[in-house]
């Protein structure tokens, strides 16, 4: 049974049979080639300044599958590197069109010289890269990206109307960042809404700074001032209590907010020496915290020595 292949070339072929016969008296009659047919390898050179996209990299020796590409450099003051030869041997190409895909700079194109008989292929089919150069003309760049195009999967009708309407395809995605500048009011909104959080939920104000007598931070040291500060603070409920104690007891609903209680006034001396504290004062301290308190209500009771820098009673 014949393939659908097989069919499809027939039908080709049976086109040609109602077809008038066309006869190009060659080489008075020359047929006019398109820009893009497979013939001899030609380097392309820019026209404002003359120089060869070439940079010597060597992909496109590598990617030839016959070896007939010869390429020789030498590095620049610059450390780049200086095109001392290209040469291609025409007698071996065959023509395949990977060095044009394979060159990164697309600085290759297959140009339409097919007319390479000579007596003397040694010789004769060597080009060196001045006989190579051509210059960047749009149609040259045209004819390279249609052999990159068809290289690469494209059809030769379509190819070219693919790479038009590749580049228009990305247009849609510029409205994407337009939609999220509608997330940037919610955030306001959100940020607006946050300091009723604390009322809406029931939570009480941050209270003020507890008052301390100056008579009771009289020698002590910094490390006592803290943590008296920090006793007080806690007895007056601005900071959370340490792990394992219990939180203070919050005010009633009923009243606006609870005033700060009054500055413990120092306790008298017993007959032995010792200060006496309210056991309420202690609870909820840590030993280093009890002691400061401790230290602190015997120098205001004159019990303990002053420290430095201050005076005796």
């Not at 291609?88 to 060159?103: K, N, P, Q, R, Y």
């Not at 060597?126 to 249609?146: C, K, S, Y």
Request: aromatic share 4%; glycine share 8%.
């Amino acid at each position: 049974m014949l393939g659908i292949g097989v069919v499809k070339g027939l039908l080709t072929t049976f086109t040609h049979l109602f077809k008038k016969p066309l006869t190009i008296q060659y080489p008075d009659e020359r047929m006019e080639m398109p820009p893009w047919t497979r013939g001899r390898p030609r380097l392309i050179y820019e026209l404002d300044s003359g120089d060869l996209r070439c940079v010597a990299c060597g992909a496109c020796a590598i990617a030839c599958p016959v070896d007939v590409i010869k390429i020789e450099q030498h590095p620049g003051p610059d450390r780049k590197k200086v095109l001392d030869r290209f040469d291609i041997d025409m007698g071996g190409c065959i023509e395949c069109a990977l060095c044009v895909e394979a060159c990164p700079f697309r600085a290759l194109v297959m140009a339409p010289d097919f007319e390479m008989a000579y007596y003397d292929r040694a010789s004769s089919l060597v080009f060196n890269m001045r006989q190579l150069r051509i210059a960047g003309t749009p149609e040259v760049d045209a004819a390279m990206e249609h052999l990159l195009g068809v290289k690469r999967g494209f059809a030769r009708t379509g190819g070219d109307q693919a790479k038009e309407a590749a580049p228009a395809a990305p247009a849609p995605r510029a409205a994407a960042p337009a939609a999220r500048p509608a997330a940037r009011p919610v955030a306001a909104a959100a940020a607006a809404a946050a300091p009723a959080l604390p009322a809406a939920q029931g939570q009480a104000a941050p209270a003020a700074r507890p008052a301390i007598d100056p008579k009771e931070l009289e020698g002590l040291t910094p490390a006592e001032k803290a943590a008296l500060y920090k006793a007080r603070q806690r007895e007056a409920g601005i900071v959370p209590p340490k792990r394992g104690e219990q939180p203070p007891a919050k005010a009633p609903a009923a009243e606006p907010q609870a005033t700060a209680p009054a500055p413990a006034q120092p306790a008298p001396a017993s007959a032995s020496g010792k200060v006496e504290i309210d056991p309420k004062e202690l609870e909820g301290l840590s030993p280093a915290e009890r002691a400061a308190l401790y230290k602190a209500r015997q120098r205001a009771a004159g019990i303990a020595p002053p420290g430095r820098g201050e005076s005796k009673g």
